[in-house]
């Protein structure tokens, strides 16, 4: 078997991904089952039927794209990731993984290889928290970490549930049947950018990942006593603010204190209310994001903010609310997947580096009902969210070329 990747095709292709966006070029736009997501999504779902892939979707907007392999009963070796980005963003993230699966099994199909087991590209809905404030939406659902009951209650900063909004993307069925039965998947492998520095630095094409952080994800709300800046003398303050920047900053030391590098708290949103430079703040509200590989670590962590806020409300006399959305844990990766990678790796004298996933994906989720793993690609200076994340031709190509050739091994 010999595998050739048509590097330009596959960068010509996210290219024109990139262009179904509500964000002028170089940046990225796309929020969920908005009308330009939807185009993206008509777009792929054409990609993948001129693959002569059998293509489905179910009930939340997940996209199913099958190969079907010689034995229809064995379960299925999958790959995929997401194609919705968040405002502002790059064109690489979940994109690689995407059309680098696409062109993956395309490489193989031209090969003449013919699976005994369905390869299977998996794009997933809601990767991005934007339009409903959780992360992961599709393959949550997919592993039943989340019910039906709790998705239904989701809604949109307009106040549209996720069912209504599927509905108009015409995603028919119920919630209840987006749920994978046991043994679907044989494996799973997401190929992915880093989002991070550690491959550029060490100037190693290849990252193989071992194990995935989980999210724990808090919103504060804090209530003060407002009134004029300048008539409310210092003693009689109850500012909401100036609470809320102690709390951030024992969010901070809490993470640092850890003993472990691997553990890190982001207060990535801070809304003040009334915002006006003459008026105290009276009322705030942060979003907080916990994560670390160790689910014992990162919930000790939890505690010790949750002291540290508390002995922070009662000293500036505010009150505090604590409303934990998400608390995940981590993943391990199935040894025999990350063997694979690593195999298909020394085939084609790749070096590759074991590591850890600090961001979550889709993959984490997917761990609760198969074995999975994830396989990494460098990006330029580690950036990642934002318009001048970049990932080289040659690396796109080499992670397809790896990802293809594990695929081929994992469904004989």
């Known amino acids: 078997m010999i595998l050739t990747i048509d590097q330009d095709r596959l960068l010509s292709e ?28 008509a777009w792929m779902r054409a990609r993948c039927e001129a693959a002569r892939l059998t293509v489905r979707q179910d009930a939340v907007g997940n996209v199913f794209a099958c190969w079907s392999g010689s034995d229809a009963q064995a379960p299925v ?20 993984g995407v059309l680098g699966g696409l062109e993956a099994i395309r490489a193989l199909q031209r090969s003449g290889f013919r ?18 404030g959780i992360g992961c939406l599709g393959s949550r659902l997919l592993a039943g970490t989340l019910s039906p009951e709790a998705a239904g209650q989701l809604k949109d900063k307009d106040g549209a549930t996720i069912d209504e909004v599927r509905r108009s993307a015409r995603c028919e069925g119920e919630l209840e049947s987006v749920k994978l039965p046991t043994g679907y998947y044989r494996a799973f492998i997401e190929l992915h950018i880093e989002q991070g520095p550690l491959l550029e630095r060490q100037q190693i094409p290849l990252g193989i990942v071992t194990k995935i952080a989980a999210p724990a994800s808090l919103r504060i709300a804090i209530e003060g006593s407002g009134g004029h800046a300048g008539a409310v003398l210092m003693p009689d303050r109850r500012d909401a603010l100036c609470a809320a920047a102690e709390m951030v900053l024992a969010i901070e030391s809490s993470a640092r204190s850890s003993g472990a590098i691997d553990t890190v708290a982001t207060v990535g949103i801070c809304e003040v209310f009334p915002g006006a430079v003459n008026s105290i703040p ?3 509200r942060l979003s907080v994001d916990i994560r670390d590989t160790d689910l014992q670590r990162r919930d000790r962590v ?60 889709d993959s984490l989720f997917m761990a609760r009902i198969a074995p999975v793993a994830m396989l990494f690609i460098p990006c330029r200076n580690g950036y990642s969210h934002r318009p001048d994340e970049f990932a080289s031709p040659e690396d796109i190509v080499r992670g397809t070329l790896v990802l293809a050739e594990t695929l081929a091994a994992l469904s004989k």
């Open 14 to 41: 996210i290219d024109a991904l990139a262009s179904f966006s509500d964000a002028e070029s170089p940046a990225v736009t796309r929020i969920v089952f908005t009308p330009t997501d939807l185009k993206a999504r």
């Open 77 to 96: 070796v999958g790959t995929g990731s997401h194609i919705d980005a968040i405002p502002n963003a790059g064109k690489y993230d979940g994109v690689v």
């Open 115 to 132: 699976p005994r087991q369905p390869i299977e590209l998996l794009i997933f809905t809601a990767e991005e928290p934007t339009r409903f």
């Open 282 to 284: 009276s009322r705030v």
């Open 302 to 361: 939890m505690r010790t903010i949750e002291t540290a806020c508390h002995s922070i409300a009662i000293e500036r006399q505010v009150s505090i609310d604590f409303d934990l959305l998400n608390a995940d844990a981590p993943a391990d990766c199935a040894p025999a997947i990350v063997e694979a990678l690593s195999e298909s790796c020394r085939k084609h004298e790749l070096s590759f580096l074991p590591m850890i996933s600090r961001a979550y994906h």
